[in-house]
């Protein structure tokens, strides 16, 4: 084996042996934007929002579809579940005078809390983390 074909071998392991660090580095994971991270709490509407409906719908939140609500046991508090029937994908409405969650499409129904109550669905609502700053509703996914 000459110099020639010997550099141009070093030449091809160091390119195959930084290709994975080039590739890690690209990968969405790696990247922070606080966009789109569901680790971070996103703001999805205002308490002024919220008191003035009785509700805040957000059907194209960061963290996905959220609906916020005051928890009926501690008004306090606020509840977040993600609006789409676990049946089949339905979006249930907040029924604040029997303080449930039901679905227009087959009257499943569910907690504030997200749980299933009356069949057909089975599971639970996705949930969310929620927090508030100032007059900005925030939530994460859990």
Known sequence: MDRREFLGWVGVGCLASSL???IASCSPQNQTNTSTNSAEFQVVGTLTQLKAEGQLLDKKSSVGRILVIPDPANPDTLLAVNPTCTHEGCTVKWQAEKSKFICPCHEAE???KGEALKSPAKEPLTTYMVKVE???ILA???
């Open 140 to 142: 994460k996914s859990t």
């Open 134 to 136: 100032g007059d900005s």
């Open 110 to 112: 569910f907690s504030p």
């Open 20 to 22: 994975p660090v080039a």
